[in-house]
Every structure is written in structure tokens, then in C-alpha cells.
């Protein structure tokens, strides 16, 4: 880090980078409708612009981590942001649902190293009080930007169309590659020729993949995540194409179901220490498939109000910011040696299962609020099964 930069800039910048994904994911949620109909497409297929962005993202997390323990965060970290950032003003000039598709991919490969990488930044410049501080701020970024991220794209949609978002993402990720081509030295002190060996990778992996606690908390967080996802992916169509949602009002909506997580996330973060990561889970879970039941009830119903599909989604992402922490935290646990393989193996895990997720939406859906219920429902009963058939019994097999 330069002499003359201070570290609230170095700060700011990190924080940014690590917002990218949720930016890049929200901001454009409330152009989908208008995307699949400016293409003539379906519902599931203008979905897919979404669930190629988290499977790109999947993927990215696996590759960061060693790459920039070779050749260090500086390279890695710029190298992301000019690929995302070509990649979203391509995305801005896209002719066909199917050129959108594959060029979000591209752009959530890019934008992955934001997010991956600034944590690695954290930990290399800064002693481990600081650094969970710092972290907290970032934490306190990724609740925040799904909250702001589809109010501001509601006035982008309004002022310019669908392709203004990706114009948007474009400046946004310029201005990232300029901060940290200006501010930001190499960080690594120990780069590591081996970090990118196949060999090492796959037998970390392999360790991992036959950890039975850590498939059970990867898991538990994986699914507990696309019933978060399924609102992500499908809520648009929901709000905006069943209930007459306007386009521009769409992000205020949204900004109470972040509001769930948020108020999940404090409450878990006063909590977990006294009751324990088990317990924390336990309460997610079940809060989770309960809030996930009674919107598919009032759903199944035809109650279409707005508060019936807002009030069960906000306890599904409070839920979730239960979950989340505490299963990270446990599949990491029995891992010191390489937690920043096993940290990348859950993102994986986690946004994979939400791209399929997503994915499954856009095909079920069928203009009601059903499917959107049905899946989350689905969803979150498969993490509480996982929680009680894998992780509790694995806990206390070794207790």
C-alpha cells in the first residue's frame, strides 16, 4: 500500500469491490420484464441472464483465490475489472437474449474478483482485530446494495431503458480499475508458485468433498440460499408482471425484504456468541420453511396482495442472514490449513445452488405467485433436512 494513501481510502475502495456482486445482481432486476420482451423471449430465458451471472460468479470463486496467491491481488484484482467491465458495456450492446446470457457469465467472472479479492487485501494489510472490523463494514456494504442497488435501477430503467443498466455496471466497473490501478500496491508479500497446482487443488478439493460436516453446513447454506435466490430471481416477474408493480417502485419494495436480512444479520451477529452456531441454524431453518409455507398457503389461496408476498419473503432473507454466518463459520472451522480453498469450495456451492435455483423459477413460472412459494418452500425444506439429517448428527458423532 502506498505511502500516501491512507487506509479509510484503501477501506472504501475494498468495500466497493466487494459490493460489485450484489450491484451487478440487483441493479438491473428491475429491467428483467422489459428485457424478455424487447428480445421476444420467455420468462425462464430472461431468468438466465441472471442465474449465468451467479454460475459465473460460482465459478470465479474457485479461481481468484489461487490465481492471486501466485501472482499476487494487484494483477489479479485489475485483470477482473477490465473483463467485467468490457464485458458489461458489451452486455449494454447485446442483440440476442442468448448474446446476454453468455455475456453475463463473462461479466460475473470479472466482477468475481472484487469480491473475492478485496477479503484476501483485508487480511494481508491489516492485524486481525482490524481486519474483522474492516470486515464488518463490508458485510455492512453486501446488506446495504441489495437494498439501494433496485431503487437506482428503477431510475435508470426510467431515464434509459434496460441497456442503461449495463452502461451503468460499465462506468461503475471503470471507475473500480482506475481506484486500484492508482491506489492500491500489491499486498501479497508471499506469492506462491505453487498455489495454482493442479494436483494441490484437486486433493484439497477431494479433502473437502468427503468432510462430511463440511458437505452438511455447505449444504444447509447452499440451499437456505436459493430460497433468498428464488425471490431474487423471480420476484420481478412477481411485483412487477402479477401484482402491476411499476418498474421504478420495484427497489422500494425490495428495500424491505433487504431490511429482513439486515435485522436477521444484527440480531444473529448479538446472538450467536451466547447460543451457539447450532442453535442459530436451528432457528433459521425453521424460520425459513415456515415463512416459505405460509406464502405458499396464501399464494395457493389467490391472495394477492402485495404484503402476502413481501412479509413471508422479509422472515425467508431473515432467515437467512441466521443461516448464512454460522454455517460458513462451521464448514471453515475444522479447516485452518486451507480455509480460503474451503471459504471458495462454499461460495461455490452456494451460488451454484442459486443459479439452479433461479433457473427452476423462470421455467415454473406461470403468471401467479405460486411457483415463486413452491420453490422457496422446496428450497428451504431441503436446507432443514440437510441441517437435521447431516449436520446435527455429524456434531454429535464428534461431540
Known sequence: MSQHTSSTIIVVLLTLLVAIGPVSTDLYLPSLPSIGEAFGTSVSQAQLTLSSFIGGFALGTLIYGPVSDRVGRRPALLGGMIVFTLASLACAYATSIEQLIVLRFVEAVGGCAGAVLSRAVVRDLFAR???????????????????????LGGWIHLAFGWRGQFFALAIFGAMLATATALLLSETNKHLSPAAT??????????????????????????LSYGGLFSFISGGAFVLI?????????????FMFVSAGFMSG???????????????????????????????????LMSVT??????????????????????????????FPDMAGTASGLVSFIQMG????????????????????????????????MVFYGIVLRAEKATA
Open 265 to 299: 444479520a444484527l440480531i444473529g451477529g448479538r446472538l450467536t456468541k451466547r447460543q451457539g452456531i447450532l442453535r442459530m441454524m436451528t432457528a433459521g431453518v425453521w424460520i425459513g420453511v415456515s415463512a416459505g409455507c405460509i406464502g405458499l398457503i396464501l399464494a
Open 353 to 384: 445452488t442459486g443459479a439452479i435455483v433461479g433457473a427452476i423459477v423462470g421455467v415454473l413460472f406461470n403468471g401467479t405467485t405460486v411457483p415463486l412459494f413452491a420453490v422457496i418452500v422446496g428450497s428451504t425444506a431441503a436446507a432443514t
Open 197 to 222: 497446482n493442479p494436483t494441490r487443488l484437486i486433493q484439497n478439493v477431494g479433502r473437502l468433498l468427503r468432510h462430511r460436516t463440511f458437505l452438511g453446513y455447505a449444504a444447509t447454506t447452499g
Open 241 to 253: 408482471g402479477v401484482l402491476g408493480v411499476a418498474p421504478e417502485n420495484f427497489g422500494f419494495l
Open 129 to 151: 482485530e482490524d481486519a474483522a472490523r474492516i470486515m464488518s463494514y463490508m458485510a455492512g456494504a453486501m446488506a446495504l446494495a441489495p437494498a439501494l442497488a433496485p431503487i
Open 305 to 334: 396482495h402485495l404484503a402476502a408476498v413481501i412479509a413471508p419473503v422479509s422472515m425467508v432473507f431473515f432467515s437467512c442472514a441466521l443461516v448464512f454466518p454460522n454455517a460458513t463459520a462451521g464448514a471453515l472451522g475444522p
